[in-house]
């Protein structure tokens, strides 16, 4: 109702702003206010309509893209309801002022209406019926409010009266009313019109609600998109105005209420690592106005460890102004944490594939130099072999008769031999150290024992006037527990070295335990060493001396063969040496006093060996122990050697845990120092080594040995002592000394491995100097001993006479005295052989034996031996092995045979020589054993040779000598036996082998017994 | 002494050789006719065994191969093998030879392959554990030990 009135003020508002015009065309005017749509205000209110209409429909749009665009979209929401509902009001508004307008209007019309009705009434009186009274009208108008009430009074009275009163006039004026209530009518009807737009007005208003539910309805349905949208996407969503306080936030797993959210900031919200960033970031992008991504990790007790990728965008207002801003964060932790494990992963691969590529490299170094070094010990290895048969036999060759002039080149060519075979010795000893082939053994041992023995083989080698002396403190245990060998060869080595340059003074070993150094301490050790050196060391020098010409490989050996090289210039030096040390024991003996460690406690043992030598020059100490490194090539000239000793002895004592350290001043000599480490054994005697004790059997002053702590080798009492004791001596321990000679000799050789032939004079000396008085030290020699003390006495008696032979031979040894050491070889060996076969026929092997020895000497003797003694015997075997073995045998059993290898060949043999015996293999090709026997035995019985003939065997041109040579032929037609060799085949069965004319067989493979008995059976 | 050890390994690895019938008491005679006028005698022997070994199977492969198989020319071959291999003990070997031998006999060509491939793997078995045998005795002359003959009593 009230927009009635409303819309009505309007119509009237309308009319008003037309009055002027209206006594003119009111017709006009009158269809204008029908159109309303068109004129004025009636379309400013239409485009209003359509304004706020427009607005929606956009809105819709709009809408649907920022549903697209969801960060804006609930603002813009929010501001487009605003603005609709403002709108809204506003049309509401304008249509209430145009209701206003049209009802004043209305009463203006009917005020208008009676005051027409009066003018007309005037005009009646004044007879004034012009149609035209503007000016009037705006006089009445003037009027016109004041008389409002008498007007409408006067209307209906004057009505009345004029309609009575005047006739004439009256048609007039009827037609005037008649006009006015027309045009009253119209205005009611305009009214009504009016009236009816207004309610078409309000409906329209009242339809035009619609939108709005129309529009939320959208918006749910874009809010229930967002929401199934967002529904499982790990994303928080949230708007956070410019101080950082959130006014909105999606939160899919919430674990905060929105009260607690809303209105606050992160930092108040949240605390751990990560928030503050993760403001700080907003904030920057808020003040940068530009949106910026950035993953964040938070450390929050609310939520745990957690990494949030967050995208946060600035909001602005319509002015431009940062209001805020939007941000969205999504849980990559998971994401986060395998990427980084991933990236882990290929860190490590890398890391891995680096290693790996690393090892690799080093694995084919490794490889490389393993595969150098193994050539190299290879190579060593095959040039040893050659070299040494070599060597031997130039020494063979040195035993012949020669002239001066052929004598020194052969002691040339001898002491060039010993140095490639020492060098390739030192060759093969480091490449074992360095490729950790070389394995050290655990035994126990005589420090005392060892000092004195390397000593005393120095001594015995020693071509200087130099004082050797040794002293092994009273701490150092009776018996310790390392690797013997390679300490000796240490210790020889340094020894020898330090022989080597020194012209006069002394030598000496130092042996003392150290205070516990305990190698974690190594280094610590180790500088205090070196600074106890005040001279720094150096013994290059030295070291490339003990390689000199005339020592050989190992340290015995090298030590040995000097000794041999002594031998010839010291007239005994054999016999000196040996009195030597017993005297000294003696004397020393029992000031000592061992205190036995208990169980196995490592005790460390520095060893000094201490020279007044030229010492070494301080430029060369870094290079000493370097391998082929000498002092200078001076020194490589005038002292010879490989360069490799040095090295090899600290190698060996690294390999041992120790260290090798050297103090040297030069001129005054040099001290090369080593400390290793040794378990001390639980037991504490020497009683567990049987060696020891049959050491101990034969030799009183044993015991004397161990506990001595002292030992000195003067060098001028070598000669006058030997002449004197040695003698004597020898004689009374004969016997032993042929048991130990030989055992010596086993010993002997085996240390000597390398070198065959500079052993073979060296064996002889070392053996027959510790056979004399120092077999219990040597623990080599008593290693062997085992098997020589079961030697029963006969033998010994047999071997006592070898002895006196070689003795005999020593003797004329002066003059060549590599004779005498082949010569003494072969006794020993011929001694060991009879001592280890126990033999039927004594006589024939000493006959050998003797032919042996005389072979070296004497060619012609032997032949002589061989025809008269020797029974002939023939193999007939076609297998290289079974020859071998056979051949091997029969010669150990003192025969030596001819060898063919099939039938035909047999029978050639048979024609041309008389055979005592044939051994016939069965199974040969071309002919086999029973063929060769049938022909063999039918010429036997014949006397000719037709079966062979017929067998194809023509050619036998020696006929003629064989009858010349008669006895020959008669003897071959005796029957020759034969022994068939069989290998158990069903071929080869022993009928047949009787059949054809065998006198026995025997079966595959021979062996000494079979053999033996044999030869018993058949041989005469 | 040192070299004891060594020295107990060795007649412990010939046991173990005799034990598994790679040698049987031959080899001892071998052994036996080593001494140190023929130092290296069992090596010598071992090695000529070696090369004649590997001839023979070389030749027994290639004749083995082809068609029409000279079966007497394979038992000749196969003959000498086993005399030489039980020339030196190597038992393994001379059995494996002797059932080559039979189905030599037999002209059975498959079987006849087969027992090659025994005979060549016998020999390989054999050598690795010679070798190995001899490098132990080396390291044992080495340091000045002797082989200890004595102490391989059966």
């Known amino acids: 109702m009230v927009y009635e009135m409303e819309s009505d003020c309007i119509e009237d508002m309308e009319i008003e702003a037309l009055s002027s015009m209206w006594p003119e065309d009111i017709g006009t005017e009158v269809g204008r206010q029908f159109n309303i749509e068109r004129p004025g205000r009636d379309q400013d209110m239409l485009e209003e309509v359509t304004i706020i209409d427009d607005p929606t429909i956009v809105d819709f749009k709009r809408l649907m893209e920022l549903t697209n665009y969801t960060d ?296 490389e130099t393993m595969r150098a070094k193994q050539m190299l010990a290879t190579m060593s290895h095959e040039i040893r072999s050659p070299l040494s048969g070599v060597v031997s036999i130039a020494e063979i060759l040195s035993t012949t008769k020669l002239d001066q002039e052929q004598r020194q080149l052969l002691d040339v060519m001898l002491s060039s031999g010993d140095l490639v075979l020492q060098l390739i010795n030192d060759i093969l000893d480091l490449s074992k150290v360095e490729s950790g082939v070389m394995k050290l053994e655990a035994t126990k041992f005589r420090p005392r024992q060892v000092v004195k023995h390397v000593l005393q083989t120095a001594a015995a080698s020693l071509q200087k006037i130099l004082t050797l002396e040794g002293h092994v403190a009273d701490d150092v245990p009776i018996e310790i527990i390392g690797d013997v060998l390679r300490i000796r060869q240490i210790l020889t080595n340094l020894v020898s070295n330090a022989i080597k340059f020194t012209h006069e003074g002394k030598v000496g070993i130092n042996l003392y335990v150290v205070p516990d150094p305990s190698f974690g301490n190594a280094e610590g050790y180790h500088q205090k060493l070196i600074a106890d050196q005040q001279t720094i060391s150096v013994n290059d020098v030295k070291g490339e001396k003990c390689l000199s010409t005339s020592q050989i490989s190992s340290d015995e050996n090298g030590l040995d063969s000097k000794k041999c090289g002594e031998c010839p210039r010291q007239n005994h030096p054999f016999n000196d040496e040996s009195t030597t040390p017993t005297k000294n024991e003696s004397s020393i003996n029992g000031d000592f006093e061992e205190q036995l460690h208990a ?122 002592l030997f002449s004197s004791n040695g003698s004597a001596r020898a ?117 050998e034996k003797c032919d042996t020895i005389s072979q070296c000497v004497n060619d012609s003797t032997e032949e002589v031996l061989k025809s008269t003694l020797r029974p002939r015997i023939l193999l007939v075997e076609d297998n290289k092995i079974n020859v071998m073995v056979a051949k091997s045998m029969m010669k150990q059993l003192g025969h030596s045979i001819d060898v063919v290898n099939n039938g035909i060949e047999a029978v050639r043999a048979v024609q041309r020589n008389s055979y005592d015996l044939i051994l016939m293999d069965v199974c040969m090709p071309i002919m086999n054993g029973l063929n060769a026997t049938k022909i063999i035995r039918s010429f036997e019985e014949t006397g000719n040779w037709d079966a062979a003939s017929e067998a194809g065997i023509d050619k036998f041109v020696p006929e003629a000598d064989s009858l010349h040579n008669d006895e020959g032929s008669s003897l071959s037609r005796k029957r020759i036996p034969i022994i068939a060799m069989t290998a158990n085949a069903l071929s080869e069965s022993a009928e047949e082998c009787f059949a054809n004319g065998m006198d026995s067989f025997v079966s595959k493979p021979v062996n000494f017994q079979k053999l033996r008995q044999c030869l018993e059976q058949y041989l005469p | 002494m040192e070299v004891g050890q060594m020295q107990r390994q060795w007649v412990d690895y010939m046991r173990s050789l005799f034990m598994e019938g790679f040698l049987d008491d031959q080899f001892l005679q071998l052994q036996q006719l080593q001494d140190e006028s023929n130092p290296d005698f069992v090596v010598e022997v ?70 090659l491939q025994q005979v060549k793997q016998e020999y390989c078995f054999l050598k690795n554990k010679l070798e190995t045998l001899f490098r132990l005795e080396q390291q044992i002359v080495a340091a000045g030990g002797s082989i200890p003959m004595m102490e391989l009593s059966f």
Not at chain 1, 142 to 163: C, F, L, M, T, Y
């Open chain 1, 72 to 367: 804006k979209g609930s603002s813009q929401l929010a501001y487009l309801v605003k603005h609709w509902e403002y709108k809204q009001a506003n049309a509401v508004r304008l249509l209430r002022e145009e209701l206003d307008h049209l009802s004043k209007q209305r009463q203006e019309v009917e005020l208008k209406k009676l005051e027409i009705l009066e003018e007309q009434r005037f005009e009646e009186e004044r007879y004034a019926g012009d149609k035209r009274p503007v000016s009037i009208l705006d006089g009445v108008y003037d009027i016109w409010q004041a008389v409002p009430h008498r007007k409408n009074d006067i209307v209906v009275q004057s009505k009345g009266i004029e309609i009575d009163a005047d006739y004439d006039t009256v048609i007039y004026w009827k037609q005037q009313a008649l006009h006015l209530e027309k045009l009253l009518e119209a205005s009611v009807q305009r009214e009504q019109v009016l009236m009816q737009k207004l309610q078409e007005s309000i409906q329209n208003l009242e339809k035009q609600s619609s939108p709005v539910e129309e529009l939320s309805q959208i918006l749910k349905r874009a809010d229930n998109f967002l929401h199934f949208v967002l529904q499982n996407a790990p994303v928080v969503i949230g708007h956070q105005d410019e101080e950082m306080r959130y006014r909105f936030i999606y939160n899919h797993f919430p674990s905060l209420h929105e009260e607690d959210i809303i209105g606050r900031t992160d930092v108040e919200i949240f605390s751990g690592a990560g928030v503050k960033e993760s403001q700080d970031f907003k904030r920057e992008v808020l003040e940068k106005g530009l949106p910026a991504k950035k993953e964040i990790t938070f450390e929050t007790g609310l939520f745990g460890s957690k990494t949030f990728l967050i995208h946060v965008e600035p909001v602005f207002s319509k002015a431009g102004e940062k209001i805020g801003i939007n941000y969205m964060g999504m849980d990559v932790t998971d994401q986060v944490r395998r990427r980084e494990r991933m990236a882990k992963i290929r860190e490590e691969i890398a890391v891995q594939k680096a290693k790996e590529s690393e090892l690799n490299k080093t694995i084919h170094i490794t490889e």
């Open chain 1, 599 to 720: 169980a196995e406690t490592t005790v460390w043992i520095r060893c000094d060996v201490y020279d007044t030598g030229i010492g070494i020059p301080d430029n060369a100490l870094p290079t000493l122990f370097k391998r082929y490194m000498q002092v200078s090539a001076d020194h490589a000239r005038k002292y010879g050697g490989t360069g490799l000793g040095l090295a090899i002895c600290k190698q060996l004592v690294e390999l041992m845990g120790g260290r090798l350290t050297v103090s040297s001043k030069e001129h005054r000599g040099s001290t090369f120092t080593f400390i290793l480490p040794y378990k001390v054994s639980t037991t504490c005697d020497h009683s567990d080594d049987p060696d020891e004790l049959s050491d101990m059997d034969n030799h009183d002053d044993v015991e004397d040995d161990t506990n001595e702590g002292f030992f000195q080798f003067q060098p001028r009492t070598l000669g006058s």
């Open chain 1, 731 to 847: 004689t009374k321990l004969l016997s032993q000394n042929i048991a130990y000679s030989s055992s010596n000799f086993r010993g002997f050789s085996d240390v000597a491995y390398s070198l065959p032939s500079g052993n073979i004079r060296s064996k002889e000396t070392a053996s027959i100097q510790d056979g004399l008085s120092e077999v219990d030290i040597n623990p080599e020699i008593a290693e062997s001993e085992n098997s020589v003390s079961h030697i029963p006495d006969q033998e010994i008696e047999n071997g006592v006479c070898n002895y006196k032979q070689l003795q005999e031979n020593m003797n004329c040894q002066y003059q060549n005295p590599s004779i005498n050491c082949t010569q003494l070889k072969e006794a020993s060996r011929e001694v060991a052989v009879a001592t280890k076969t126990t033999e039927p026929q004594p006589t024939s092997q000493s006959q």
């Open chain 2, 46 to 115: 071992v090695s000529l065994f070696y090369e004649d070994s590997e001839k023979l199977l070389n030749d027994l492969t290639k004749t083995l191969d082809t068609k029409g198989t000279d079966f007497k020319r394979v038992d000749a071959h196969v003959h000498q093998l086993k005399g030489s291999s039980s020339s030196i003990g190597a038992q393994r070997v001379k059995n494996a030879c002797i059932a080559f031998r039979n189905f030599c006999e037999e002209h059975n060509i498959e079987e006849c392959l087969r027992c």
